[in-house]
């Protein structure tokens, strides 16, 4: 059985007229137990790769490796199919016409399936809505022995180029068509891609989104993120956030293991509560941030600011109370809580990386300059290692402190692609 | 009075090892401690003697006038338990599982830091802690006959802040003293002042009884004992019988628009206070009130007390209206009896429940900045 805990960091003291509350929930899932295996019913993967002419002989070669390496993990018993995308989206297994375009994990399905991926030819050009489109189309074509369907759905992307047969929004109408009916983790391979195109799918399908530089990195990649898949119980949770009458939800962030930001996926529990789908869940914490702006009380009053929940289906499984109280004691009003403003930091350091990428690519260098100095200096001061190694790839640090950086002139695209993706990977507070 | 207590090592002690709680709130409490730090409630298995218990036989015994004892005080009944509030004190929505408000997040105070009680339709008090102060040290206890009108003992106890327990000390002398009045029922005296000078008697025995709970259920030793107000009214029809000692006030407040004795708004008690003292020597009410040391009592229950025999009166009323006993965090705001009467013609409006008044006088109180505990008893005439 599943298990949840909820902890609350934060500095419930006010100063007098104080309306503003932070908080740092961080929720935890242990014995989530594997996909489709906890009786809450059955899970589906569906793989689906870029098999347009762009990705020539070796990426072709590597993504075909990728897609056997990834159906080698999926666990028998669990529902899949396999898709190949170019201007148009084929299921390229299993060979149906007609009743659900998914089957059951087992050893000849594996065999077959491997044999279909080994057809793959590169050819023809990029539309991912179709793809997306066309994976929502075959979750949903499963009805399950009782015509539940499939409660976990999720799916991994790879593509090799920008979106080229296909508006953009003609791709925001495809996401927006399958958002919430299944999650999806993309993965990009060389330097021809967008990021920003492939973040806002992974985004609006609460997956994620990474570089994959070497095609023969490919296959532990989706290894690995079929392996995580299978490890995740819990087909789907939401947070919950309720704010007392006549407060202001500032905003509801996921901060860690990534930033997301959640504040505009809210729908109403009731006119209290919101909810935010956060998709599966293995064993595994995550981290959210929770601002709440109060009408001030007096002194020594005491309040809740919001009750952070985290709900599976109906039921709520964890529970941490956002609290306030009013104090004149400035010792205790003005602590800084170091979650709080850890998070804070590594939130902006995200937006000052992408910020500063955005401009470098679009020419304003004074901007870009500023903008990723002021990322060297958050990930130094947010102990962020990686994000500061990641950023020396692409500008010469002067002072870290001051954030006084030079743009590089030799930067390779890959690691400017690698800061982009990685940008919103936090690190946890080192206390 | 205590010597007639069970011994102390007689009751069983809690296994070692095992953490207490006190079995109405559910707070953590320590071994021997008699009463919850939590909600107040006496801790019946700490090895120290319960006060009330021990105290009702004594009155029985030292009773100076034929007694009737009602069924409904035979004992420290489960009604004893203070009860938390089921509503949002700020908005009157549900409180949650996890003691906040579902609809606005006002914490719910522990049940010591307000609670209210109605033993009869026309009967009601509110306690409350006020908005500045920590812990709420008032206390009241009341008991009434159903029959609207018939009988009903109302009991209000303000705990001197400067010591430690007295949020203990006042609820345990306030409990003490209403089942003291209640057990000292004068029957076979048909005379109104016959009536009212057993009753007066009651008073002071009750007074005497709540100063032993008060020493029974605070430490000795600490150069702050315990030390409470008392303000007490009976009510038997038309008879009021009043009494205090310090500074927790009896006020009659009529109808408006009777005539003839009676129907001005009155405060029966007089105040035991430094600013009642100048007030005798012609200082007018709200410059003693307001001046250096108002608040400082001259007399006051507790170990440390100098003189506990209270002031008695008793008057009879001959119209509609209001008996409240309240302590100087409702007073403090409206010391008058004109403007306190115009405040609860105000504050009941239509309705004369006596819990819908009480609730609304502590919230004005509150209003007003809540800077004491705020305590009202009321019965309906």
């Known amino acids: ?431 | 009075m205590t010597e007639t207590a069970p011994d102390p090592g007689a009751s069983a002690p809690a296994p070692a090892g095992t953490p207490l709680t006190c079995p109405v709130c559910g707070a953590a409490v320590e071994p021997g401690q008699a009463f919850c730090e939590s909600c107040g409630s006496a801790l019946a298995s700490s090895g120290v003697t319960n006060a009330v218990d021990a105290g009702l036989t004594a009155v029985e015994q030292d009773a100076p006038i034929e007694l009737t004892r009602p069924t409904s005080t035979a004992g420290p009944a489960p009604a004893e338990v203070l009860v938390p509030a089921s509503r949002c004190l700020a908005c009157g929505s549900e409180v949650g599982q996890d003691g906040y408000c579902t609809v606005c997040g006002t914490k719910a105070p522990i049940p010591r830091d307000h609670y209210v009680e109605q033993p009869a339709s026309w009967v009601a008090a509110v306690c409350d802690r006020g908005v500045k102060h920590h812990r709420n040290e008032d206390a009241t206890a009341i008991d009434a006959q159903q029959e609207p009108g018939s009988r009903a003992v109302l009991v209000v106890c303000d705990g001197v802040s400067t010591s430690t327990d007295s949020d203990i000390a006042s609820l345990a002398a306030a409990r003490r003293a209403r089942d003291v009045l209640v057990a000292l029922r004068p029957t076979g005296l048909p005379n109104p002042a016959s009536r009212a000078g057993a009753v007066a008697d009651a008073l002071e025995s009750a007074v005497a009884q709540a100063n032993e709970a008060v020493l029974a259920a605070t430490p000795e030793g600490g150069p702050d004992a315990a030390a409470c107000t008392f303000a007490a009214a009976v009510v038997e029809g038309d008879l009021v019988v009043f009494g205090n000692v310090g500074d927790s006030r009896v006020y009659w407040l009529p109808d408006p628009g009777g005539s003839g004795m009676g129907a001005e708004p009155t405060e029966l008690s007089l105040d035991d206070s430094m600013a009642q003292a100048r007030i005798a020597m012609g200082v007018d009410r709200v410059t003693a009130e307001n001046g250096p040391q108002a608040h400082a009592i001259t007399k006051w229950l507790g170990r440390d007390a100098p003189d506990i025999v209270p002031r008695t009166g008793s008057v009879l009323l001959g119209h509609p209206g209001w008996v409240l006993v309240c302590s100087d965090g409702l007073w403090n705001y409206c010391s008058e009896a004109a403007g306190l009467g115009e405040l609860v013609t105000s504050l009941s409006g239509a309705t004369a429940s006596p819990l819908e008044l009480g609730e609304a006088l502590v919230r004005w109180a509150n209003g007003q900045g809540g800077r004491d505990n705020v305590s009202v008893a009321l019965a309906r005439h």
């Open chain 1, 1 to 431: 059985m599943a298990e949840f805990s909820a902890t609350v960091y934060q500095n419930e003291f006010l100063p007098e007229g104080g309306t503003d509350v932070n908080a740092i929930v961080t929720i935890t899932c242990t014995n989530a137990g594997a996909a489709g295996r906890t009786g809450s019913g059955d899970a589906g993967e569906i793989i689906i790769v870029d098999t347009s002419g762009s990705m020539g002989r070796t990426r072709m070669e590597a993504a075909k490796q990728a897609a056997d390496a990834a159906l080698d993990q999926i666990a028998d018993g669990t529902w899949f199919a396999v898709v190949a995308g170019t201007h148009q989206a084929y299921l390229a297994y299993p060979p149906v016409r007609s009743g659900p375009g998914m089957v059951v994990m087992d050893a000849n399905h594996r065999f077959q399936a491997h044999q279909a991926v080994q057809q793959f030819r590169a050819d023809g050009g990029t539309a991912m809505g179709q793809w997306l489109t066309l994976a929502g189309r075959l979750f949903e074509s499963v009805g399950g022995p009782n015509g539940g369907g499939l409660t976990k759905r999720h799916a991994i992307l790879l593509t090799d180029g920008e979106n080229h047969n296909e508006r953009p929004d003609q791709l925001s109408a495809a996401i927006a068509s399958v958002v919430g009916r299944f999650q999806c983790d993309c993965r990009g391979v060389g330097v021809d891609w967008q990021v920003a195109e492939v973040r806002r799918i992974a985004q609006a399908l609460l997956g994620t989104v990474d570089i994959v530089g070497e095609p023969s990195e490919l296959r532990a990649e989706f290894a690995g993120l079929m392996q995580a898949s299978m490890a995740r119980g819990i087909a789907a949770a939401d947070l919950r956030v309720w704010t007392p009458q006549g407060a202001q939800l500032l905003f509801v962030r996921q901060v860690s293991p990534s930033v997301e930001d959640l504040t505009a996926r809210r729908t109403e529990v009731n006119a209290l509560t919101g909810a935010y789908p956060t998709g599966s869940w293995g064993d595994e914490s995550r981290d959210y941030h929770v601002a709440v702006r109060l009408p001030a009380k007096t002194l020594g009053q005491e309040q809740l600011a919001a009750r952070v929940q985290l709900a599976v289906g109906p039921d709520v499984v964890a529970q941490s109370l956002v609290k306030a109280k009013w104090s004149d004691d400035e010792g205790l009003t003005t602590r800084i809580n170091p979650e709080v403003a850890h998070y804070t930091g590594q939130t902006e350091l995200a937006d000052a990386i992408q910020e500063g990428l955005a401009a470098k690519a679009s020419g304003d260098e004074a901007t870009a300059t500023t903008r990723l100095g002021r990322a060297v200096q958050l990930a130094a001061a947010t102990q962020n290692a990686e994000a500061t190694t990641r950023l020396r790839k692409v500008v010469d640090i002067d002072d870290p402190e001051t954030g006084t950086v030079r743009l590089r002139r030799d930067v390779e695209k890959a690691d400017e692609m690698a800061l982009d993706t990685a940008s919103t990977k936090t690190t946890r507070i080192r206390s």
